[in-house]
């Protein structure tokens, strides 16, 4: 089938390739509609044998319609990324002959728009069309140029199509929006239960539920915060803010985002067991990159610390245990194996008197688990640095640093405790040597 289109309304029609007629007889053919006609050419020579010749003649005078399906308009890219461009040439008449695009603003050419020339060459700025397609489906893969300005819509891909008849689409379009920058992390806080916002320096030691709140930012258009929280490689809670039902919230605008999420302490699904966790905090453009991840430590410890007086022994009133110098040195031990101790205290009282908290002073000499301090014991002394003879109770109390609690008095126990670490079962022992004398009982608190 040969086509014509309106913009050879009134044109005389050649056979096609292989039929050869006299170079005089002509007709000219006035286009009406779109209706294809057959065209029958007979030549008759002087004796009288003739020869029939027919073929189909279309007219298309519609030019195609663009469509474009991806990308959507103002989809963010990054200079990292090529675009894959896809659409539909709607076209029902002689077909679609070619498709093209450019990121060029010039318009469709006109003249000889039946050869592909008259597209691809450059105009006297360096703008063309470049062929992507000859099929009305088309797809293709196209890139931004390295120079071009970031922000939203900031650059137009053109698309237009030409039929097998010689006409022009006019141009379809998509908008593009360039983004180079990554997203910006602020400083993560923490906030305990009752307690108020701290920024986070170091690793975060608690006993109890916590939240954690930070900001993001973006030059232009932010898309999703993720927190994940990770035990020993093994337990993982991902919180994903752009998930519905998500605990994960973000207020702002799309430039300026301040997250929260609360995490709860426990076993099961968004809890945070005993241990040690990696809290790693990740924020997304609308470009698809990512800020560089800020990693925390978070230690869950609501297990109290072990701890022993290791010297003197309990009623060490006579022998080798008795304190009959002038000077005698008490050594403690204390341990915890999951946030590790924070400080340890002592007071040294008359029997039978109970210890107050504004009596607890704070030991300061210490050796790996062990804590030392010497006391001053002189026949008669009542008052000053010096203690009399007498019976007296060493107390100690033991303080981790997610803030448990353990106290003793003169035991020679080695107390043993057992935690869930993950789920993983740990135990810690005391060194334990001959028993000599009764034992006092240790007492652990914990938090509630």
């Known amino acids: 089938m040969q086509y014509i289109s309106d913009n050879f309304e009134d044109e005389e029609v050649q056979p096609e390739e292989g039929i050869v007629l006299p170079p005089r007889p002509s007709k000219r053919i006035k286009t009406e509609g779109e209706a294809a006609r057959v065209i029958k050419v007979t030549a008759t020579d002087y004796a009288g044998y003739t020869t029939d010749y027919k073929f189909n003649l279309g007219t298309d005078k519609v030019p195609p319609t663009i469509s474009v399906s991806s990308p959507a308009n103002g989809t963010w890219y990054s200079s990292a990324q090529n675009i894959k461009a896809s659409g539909y040439i709607g076209e029902s008449g ?34 063309k069309w470049n062929k992507i397609s000859d099929t009305a489906a088309w797809n293709a893969e196209i890139e931004i140029p390295e120079n071009s300005p970031e922000g939203g819509n900031v650059k137009t891909y053109y698309v237009a199509a030409i039929d097998n008849a010689g006409n022009v689409s006019t141009r379809g379009s998509v908008s593009i929006s360039y983004d180079k920058a990554i997203p910006t992390i602020g400083t993560t806080q923490w906030t305990p239960t009752g307690g108020s916002a701290t920024d986070i320096k170091g690793d975060i030691y608690t006993k109890e539920a916590v939240t954690l709140s930070g900001t993001v930012s973006d030059s232009y258009k932010l898309s999703k915060v993720i927190v994940t929280a990770t035990c020993s490689g093994k337990d993982q809670i991902i ?5 519905s039902g998500s605990n994960l919230t973000t207020t702002g605008s799309n430039t300026a985002w301040t997250w929260s999420v609360p995490f709860t302490l426990g076993t099961g699904t968004g ?6 966790w990696e809290i790693t905090v990740d924020a997304l453009d609308a470009a698809g990159k990512n800020a560089v991840t800020q990693k925390n430590r978070f230690i ?18 006579k022998g080798e245990s008795a304190i009959n110098k002038s000077s005698f040195t008490f050594k403690v031990s204390a341990s915890d194996d999951l946030s590790g101790v924070k400080e340890v205290y002592y007071q040294l009282l008359p029997e039978g008197t109970t210890p107050v908290d504004a009596g607890w002073i704070k030991l300061t000499e210490k050796s790996g688990i062990y804590w030392t301090v010497n006391k001053d014991f002189k026949t008669g002394a009542t008052s000053g640095t010096t203690l009399g003879e007498g019976a007296y109770t060493f107390y100690v109390k033991a303080l981790d640093k997610s803030d448990n609690t353990s106290s003793v008095k003169l035991s020679r126990r080695r107390p043993s405790s057992v935690y869930s670490n993950c789920d993983k079962q740990y135990s810690h022992s005391m060194p334990t040597r001959s028993t000599r004398s009764p034992h006092n009982t240790q007492t652990g608190g914990k938090r509630t």
């Open 94 to 127: 002689s077909g679609v002959k070619w498709v093209f695009g450019t990121f060029d603003d010039i318009a469709v050419p006109t003249g000889n728009v039946l050869d592909e020339a008259t597209w691809t060459t450059a105009d006297g700025s360096g703008h």
């Open 300 to 317: 869950i410890d609501s297990t109290a610390p072990s701890v022993a007086i290791e010297s003197p022994e309990n009623n060490a009133y």
């Open 239 to 243: 919180l994903d803010s752009s998930t």
């Open 271 to 276: 809890k945070l067991s005993e241990g040690s």
